[in-house]
């Protein structure tokens, strides 16, 4: 279920209330523009966020890149 975020926590409660369990109630950061980035500046770009996701403070990182299939391959 998507909501306002400033009603999630209400959405939640309402949920538990009636007799639905909730596995999982948080925020997440949907992009509205998607970038489809070179394929070498895509590699670049997840390496960075494979880096940023390893910081122990960082507890969680967004992207609007839409890379390709061919990209994420050879990163893997």
Same mark, same amino acid.
């Given at each position: 279920?998507?909501?306002?975020?400033?009603?999630l926590?209400?959405? +939640?409660? $309402?949920?538990?209330?009636?007799g639905?369990?909730v596995?999982n109630?948080?925020?997440?950061?949907k992009?509205?523009?998607? @970038?489809?980035?070179?394929?070498?500046q895509?590699?670049?770009a997840?390496r960075? @966020?494979e880096?940023?996701?390893? @910081?122990? &403070?960082?507890? $969680?990182?967004? +992207?609007n890149? &839409?890379? +390709? &299939? &061919?990209?994420l391959?050879?990163? $893997?």
């Amino acid at each position: 279920i998507y909501t306002d975020p400033t009603e999630l926590h209400k959405v +939640s409660e $309402s949920l538990t209330a009636t007799g639905y369990e909730v596995e999982n109630a948080e925020l997440v950061m949907k992009p509205q523009t998607m @970038l489809q980035p070179e394929p070498d500046q895509a590699v670049k770009a997840i390496r960075l @966020l494979e880096k940023l996701e390893d @910081l122990d &403070d960082v507890q $969680s990182v967004y +992207s609007n890149l &839409d890379i +390709s &299939d &061919d990209v994420l391959a050879q990163v $893997s």
